[in-house]
C-alpha cells in the first residue's frame, strides 16, 4: 500500500505518494520563490501563511495524480525537523490532523536524512555504509551513515552554510533571488583563479566549515574597505550600489564557488578516508550545482571511492526523498499524535 509523504520545513510546500516499493506514484511541489524574491530571502512568517494556503491543494493534486484513494494509503510520513518553525508547524499539524480524520498511521521524517536519501534512490547499488555530506541553504553537513536511518553527525558549519553564501554574494551583485543558481550561472563565464579568496579551515582536521569569512572576502572585493578605519567621516561602500562589468562579475562568482567547492571536496574526501567508508552521497540544493558535482566526481575517481548525488530534481526540497519512512516503516517506527517540531538550521540533527 503508498504512503503519502509531506514537506514544509522552509519555503517549498510539497506532497509525493510513494508505493511501497519505492516508486513515486505522484511528486507536486508549491514554490514560494515570487513572494520572497522581493526582500532577497525567505521570510518565515511568509513562508509559514503561503504553505497554509497550499498545503490542502497540494496533498489533494499528489492523491490525484497517483490515482489513489484515501482509503489506499497505509501512512502519512511528514517532515519534522529541521527547518523554520512556523513552516514545520503546517506540515506537522496537516499530517497529523489527516491521520485521524483518515485512520492512518503516522511517520517523522528528517529532513536531512531524506535528503541523503534521495541519494540511494536514484542509485543501483547499495551506498550505505557511506559519507553523507548535505549541503544547501541552512545546512552543511557531514555524516558518517551506516543506514539510512543510522547516521553519527561528523561536524557542520559554524556559521553561513554554502548555500546561504552563494545567495548572499547572489545579493551583493544584485543576481536576484535565489542567488545561488545566478551565481552558479554567471561563474561558467568566469576565470576562477582571478580572485584569490580563502579555503577556510579546509586543511584543520576536524569536520567543521565556515563561509562566512568567505563571503566577507567576496564583499570587500566589490567594494573595498574604508581606507582609514579611525576617520569618523570613513564609510564602508554598500555592495550593492557598485556597478562591475559582467566579466568582473563572472570572475568574482568562479572564484567564490571555487572556493566553496574546494573545501566541501577537501573536507569529504578526508571523511571517507578516515572512517574507511567505500561511499560518498550528497544531497541538498547545492549539491546541482555542477561544478561542485563534477569536483566530487574527479575526487572519488582519484581516490576510489563509489560517489551518488541527487539527481537534480530531487536536490531542492522535495517530497519524494520522504520515501525514507518507508525504512522506519519496516523497522515499525511509527510517531504519536503527541509529534512535535524540531526547528533550527545549521546543526546536524
Known amino acids: 500500500m503508498p504512503i503519502l509523504t509531506i514537506e514544509s520545513t522552509c519555503d517549498e510546500t510539497a506532497a509525493a505518494v510513494i508505493s511501497d516499493n519505492g516508486a513515486v506514484l505522484a511528486d507536486c511541489v508549491a514554490t514560494q520563490e515570487d513572494l520572497h524574491e522581493r526582500f532577497g530571502g525567505v521570510v518565515p512568517e ?20 497517483a490515482k489513489v484513494s484515501v482509503d489506499d494509503l497505509s501512512a502519512i510520513a511528514v517532515a519534522d525537523r529541521p527547518g523554520l518553525a512556523g513552516s514545520l508547524l503546517v506540515g506537522v499539524v496537516a499530517a497529523k490532523t489527516l491521520a485521524v480524520a483518515w485512520q492512518k498511521k503516522l511517520v517523522a521524517i528528517n529532513h536531512l536524512h531524506a535528503h541523503l536519501y534521495a541519494c540511494q534512490m536514484a542509485y543501483d547499488q547499495p551506498v550505505y555504509p557511506c559519507i553523507g555530506l548535505v549541503v544547501s541553504g541552512g545546512h552543511t553537513s557531514l555524516y558518517h551513515c551506516t543506514s539510512p536511518l543510522d547516521l553519527e553527525f561528523l561536524g557542520g558549519t559554524i556559521d553561513d552554510a554554502a548555500g546561504e553564501a552563494f545567495d548572499k554574494v547572489g545579493a551583493m551583485l544584485n543576481l536576484g533571488f535565489p542567488g545561488g543558481p545566478a ?91 578516515e572512517t574507511r567508508v567505500k561511499h560518498l552521497i550528497v544531497g541538498g540544493g547545492v549539491a546541482a550545482n555542477p561544478v561542485l558535482r563534477a569536483g566530487l566526481q574527479q575526487a572519488a575517481e582519484k581516490h576510489r571511492f563509489g560517489l551518488a548525488v541527487a539527481p537534480p530534481e530531487l536536490c531542492t526540497d522535495n517530497a519524494v526523498m520522504g520515501a525514507i519512512a518507508l525504512k522506519k516503516i519496516e523497522r515499525g517506527e511509527f510517531a504519536d499524535l503527541n509529534l512535535d517540531i524540531t526547528a533550527g538550521l545549521q546543526r546536524g540533527f
Open 183 to 273: 551565481v552558479s550561472r554567471l561563474a561558467a563565464q568566469g576565470n576562477p583563479k582571478a580572485f584569490e579568496f580563502p579555503r577556510s579551515m579546509m586543511h584543520r582536521p576536524d569536520y567543521q566549515f565556515s563561509f562566512s569569512g568567505l563571503k566577507t572576502a567576496v564583499r570587500y572585493a566589490i567594494a573595498p574597505p574604508p581606507a582609514s578605519k579611525q576617520s569618523k567621516s570613513a564609510k564602508a561602500v554598500d555592495p550593492t550600489t557598485v556597478q562591475l562589468d559582467q566579466q568582473t562579475q563572472a570572475d568574482l562568482c568562479a572564484s567564490f564557488q571555487a572556493a566553496v567547492v574546494d573545501v566541501l571536496v577537501a573536507k569529504s574526501v578526508r571523511a571517507v578516508k
Open 46 to 65: 511568509i513562508a509559514a501563511r503561503a504553505h497554509l494556503d497550499r498545503i490542502l491543494p497540494v496533498i489533494d493534486t499528489a492523491i490525484s495524480q
